[in-house]
């Protein structure tokens, strides 16, 4: 008998912060690969469950969801997002429409602005991930909680992905966020994200001091 939640997923992208939430839940799920080293993303099959052809979806007795944050508040509840909700809910948005997209900027420069002017864009980009990773560490007190969270799902990837990748490495210097730093050694030694690396291949270190994933199947990029 088939799983009622199915994870469209590739390695190491976005679908990593709801495998993580799926595994703190406790939910069972299927998964299925988005092959992007052929642009599976942009297959006919996988644009018929999200036309807007990223990844993840999460496939429900609802119909497909998809962005990352939707399916994250999807899967919350009352008991899987700190308190007070009111200020989970302007962190949760603020992760989705300030933190993520400005992340994939960084990422896929090229998708948003024409060759000569990608340079510019990419240290313009870099800056303002710098002042959005202090204002992280100054601000969001649930960083301390130690509670798995739907929020701790979200961030702790984008904490990974700030340091492995984009136009330039070695930028991302978690050391000079203290209060991160702490929040992605907890978080990378729960069940939940061990249980992920090796779905994934991420290795030990996940969030704190992390490595380019080894897939067991599919890739990253």
Known sequence: MTNPLTLYYAPDNASLCVRLALLEIGLPFDTVLVDRAVQGQK?????????????????????????????????????FMPAPRGDALKWMFWLSNTLHPTLRMWFYPHEYIEEALVHALSRATQGRLSEY??????????????????LACYLAPMIRWAALYGPAQAWFD??????????????ENRSAAHEASRAEGLGQTIFSAPQYPNPPEGSAL
């Open 43 to 79: 297959s006919p099959d996988y644009l018929a469950v999200n036309p807007n052809g990223l990844i993840p979806t999460l496939v429900t007795e609802d119909g497909p969801i998809y962005e990352t944050g939707a399916i994250l508040l999807w899967l919350a509840g009352d008991g």
């Open 174 to 187: 978690l050391d000079k966020y203290p209060h991160l730093r702490e929040f992605a050694i907890w978080f």
């Open 133 to 150: 990773f202090a204002h992280l560490e100054a601000h969001a007190g649930w960083l301390d909680d130690r509670a798995p969270s739907a």
